[in-house]
């Protein structure tokens, strides 16, 4: 793989726009290139200059000085320079410049100044960041270590210096940003303390201890409540072993990430050095010129590669995480501060292939069956329509979404959407698209089974008197898949099963919940699955009540079915508005009251909708058709104007000015695709039928090409999500601190 490709995968997605822009640096070599191969051509007396070099920045450090006679044996100068914010500034003067490609020389090293001093800048103002956040973990550190003193269960001895901070003097000494909690409380600890010295470690412990407060970070209804009511939500230390575990645990994850954090800020210098490295080398051999030298010892001087409070602080971090969260045990504690990557795994490609083939069989199979029995013109059609069709539907509906996401995944990770971020994905447990397209295709596989097996045994003259087990078929793969939903045990993707369910509950329980971006994404989801939440209400009514035993349908005729058949469509966008309405209230976020506008206009559409279609009178016609409409214009406009940032006046081609698929009629394709598929719902206001096909697969129609417009919807509405964080440069989460400091105190020490 060439560089400039090596360098874009590598990469932090959400800090792309503070890397060195290799690529137009590139685009301006060719252009010197071309001014010399051009020259060449005209004079064939000019000889090539040769003494080129293969030289690497990145091996060889210089430090030594030149004299004004080794200058002439080169070809620039760079001056460095104090600009009006404090910051450094490199110029880059080229001292014998020739007439060949002179406009585009000058040209290159004025882009790759302002972009070195751009790399630059951003790496220190994030090594800022970073030791600030030491500190705040120093203090935390003193907390913990109070707390296990003041239980009695020291992990080990303990002085003031066992904590994040590094070397004072290697960050700011006169600043004396890196001080611990009882330094600035004004106790010295003498070497006693460390050596076992109880009394005085006491003492400390109780200094730390009155100082702070135990957040309650695990948000709840109640704790909602109490944010309502304006009551605290800080408890008063417990000093419990069940609070100790508790505490350790959360440090332990804020350790991870701040770890986390160091290795892509020196990977990002590390490439970014290498980088330049690569371009000078490059500009060495195209202008047949000796400056990639001196332009390399100007970046081995500079903050960006001659700074060392990274790696003082990771070597640190991994001291403090390996003694007080790995017993003191090196190997357990490095894996699990390193990152875990997934693997592809052959058997997940073979398995996904194997129940690809064999979906593709049952559904050959199936229509062979139905031809050969000609099932269709069965007597029984109408009835098994009306009764098994609406229980396996809830399959397809399922499998088709899940099919859907698995290409989202794949589009997002080729257009390097940042997806584990955004949902928040624990790291290294985020599936790939070949995880979700086996599982989706292992129970398209389990479901298309139930349905021949179910055909067979209705069909069949030896088992056709069995008609209550045959009935239950459906009933036991739904009750396959709910048990493996709950399996507390490490089988099927454990960690994604559990947050799917928690963020499930989240959604159910809106608004008790702070919302995050996988619960409102969820819940939109959910608004494209109504069918299949109106099949599960069928599954409960019809197995429920009996019914299944005479294979007979009283449901519909039934007041409390109807009834929840209103409000089982209603549930996710009630939980949608819900969620606008609490994101409101916190975020003062006016437009998040005009998402929730949306909802509730669509909820009126849905209600009106389904009347209409159980009353079938003139004014729940019209009424349904208003509302549809206004439900179907709003949703789309905002759909393609705010989830998807499209249709922009600044942008000449009314997109966003960053687009991620290089392709933009793949984005007017994608609207206007939008719009009719969000047509397709008017259908059972429009009550357009079909002769040849039946009003239960009429239905199923219409769900999934919702549950296909959800899919397209999903990558765009990512995809501009990821270009939000990157215009912020947001490529960390925010990881909740188990002690807060009360900082009055702080202030008056």
Request: charged share 25%; with cysteine.
């Amino acid at each position: 793989m060439k560089f400039g490709k090596e360098y874009v995968s590598q990469m932090i997605p959400e800090w792309q726009q503070a890397y060195m822009d290799y690529a137009c640096l590139k685009t301006i070599l060719r252009e010197i290139q071309t001014s010399h191969e051009r020259s060449e051509r005209q004079d064939v007396v000019k000889h090539k200059l040769s003494g080129r070099r293969n030289f690497s920045g990145l091996t060889k450090r210089y430090s030594r000085t030149f004299s004004s006679r080794e200058l002439e044996n080169h070809d620039i100068l760079v001056h460095e320079t104090i600009g009006d914010d404090g910051f450094e500034k490199y110029e880059t003067t080229i001292l014998k410049v020739a007439e060949v490609g002179r406009e585009s020389e000058l040209v290159f090293f004025k882009t790759l100044d302002l972009e070195f001093d751009k790399v630059n800048r951003f790496y220190r103002s994030k090594v800022e960041e970073l030791v600030k956040e030491a500190v705040v973990l120093n203090r935390q550190m003193d907390a913990l270590i109070a707390f296990r003193i003041k239980l009695d269960q020291p992990s080990s001895s303990w002085s003031c210096s066992e904590t994040v901070s590094v070397d004072i003097n290697a960050l700011d000494s006169k600043e004396q940003k890196g001080k611990t909690l009882a330094e600035e409380m004004g106790i010295k600890v003498e070497e006693n303390v460390s050596n076992g010295g109880d009394s005085t470690k006491e003492t400390v412990a109780l200094s730390v201890l009155d100082r702070i407060r135990l957040n309650k970070n695990q948000e709840n209804p109640l704790s909602t409540i109490r944010n309502v009511l304006k009551l605290s939500n800080k408890e008063d230390l417990k000093f419990t072993r069940e609070n100790l575990k508790k505490i350790e645990e959360r440090l332990k994850y804020v350790f991870i990430e701040f770890y986390r954090k160091l290795r892509h800020l020196k990977n990002y210098s590390f490439l970014n050095t290498l980088a330049i490295s690569k371009i000078m080398k490059k500009y060495d051999k195209i202008a047949s010129r000796n400056a990639a030298k001196l332009y390399m010892e100007m970046v081995d001087k500079s903050y960006l590669t001659s700074s060392d409070e990274i790696n003082k602080l990771m070597l640190r971090v991994e001291s403090i995480f390996v003694e007080h969260f790995a017993s003191s045990n090196r190997s357990k504690g490095m894996n699990l501060l390193r990152p875990k990557v997934m693997k592809e795994k052959h058997r997940i490609t073979f398995s996904s292939g194997f129940f690809v083939g064999c979906t593709v069989s049952l559904v050959i199979a199936l229509g062979l069956f139905i031809h050969a029995r000609n099932i269709m013109g069965a007597a029984g059609q109408k009835l098994y329509m009306e009764t098994m069709f609406p229980l396996y539907s809830l399959f397809a509906f399922v499998v088709l979404h899940m099919i859907m996401y698995a290409s989202n995944i794949y589009f997002w990770k080729r257009y390097r959407v940042n997806y584990p971020f955004i949902f928040e994905f624990k790291e290294g447990t985020e599936l790939g698209y070949g995880h979700v397209l086996l599982l989706s295709f292992g129970l398209s596989t389990l479901a298309l089974s139930a349905v021949l097996v179910n055909l067979d045994m209705e069909m069949d003259p030896s088992t056709n008197n069995y008609k209550t087990i045959t009935e239950l078929v459906p009933l036991f793969v739904v009750a396959v898949v709910i048990a493996i939903s709950v399996c507390p045990f490490n089988i099927f993707y454990r960690s994604s099963r559990f947050f799917f369910l928690m963020v499930l509950f989240r959604c159910i329980s809106a608004p008790f919940y702070k919302v995050n971006l996988a619960d409102f994404f969820l819940a939109d989801q959910l608004t494209s699955q109504v069918q299949a939440l109106r099949s599960l209400e069928f599954y409960i009514c019809y197995y429920g009540w009996g019914d299944f035993k005479q294979r007979q349908s009283t449901c519909k005729s039934s007041d409390v079915y109807s009834t929840f058949y209103f409000i089982v469509a209603v549930i996710p966008y009630w939980s949608r508005f819900l969620q606008c309405a609490r994101r409101l209230i916190e975020e003062k976020d006016l437009s998040q009251g005009f998402n929730g506008l949306k909802y509730l206009l669509t909820i009126v559409a849905v209600c009106l909708r389904t009347a209409f279609s159980i009353n079938r009178g003139n004014n729940w016609k019209l009424a349904a058709w208003v509302f549809s409409g206004l439900a179907t214009f709003y949703g789309t406009y905002w759909d393609i104007v705010y989830d998807w940032g499209l249709l922009h006046r600044p942008s000449k081609s009314w997109l966003r000015e960053k687009l991620l698929v290089p392709h933009k009629s793949v984005y007017y394709v994608a609207m206007v695709l939008n719009v009719v598929l969000r047509m397709a719902w008017l259908q059972t206001v429009l009550d357009f039928n079909i002769s040849f096909l039946h009003r239960e697969t009429m239905i199923a129609l219409i769900a999934i090409l919702e549950i296909i417009r959800r899919g397209i919807w999903n990558f765009f509405r990512l995809e501009n999500e990821h270009l939000n964080n990157v215009g912020k440069f947001r490529a960390f989460k925010s990881v909740p601190l188990p002690f807060n400091y009360n900082e009055e105190e702080d202030r008056d020490i």
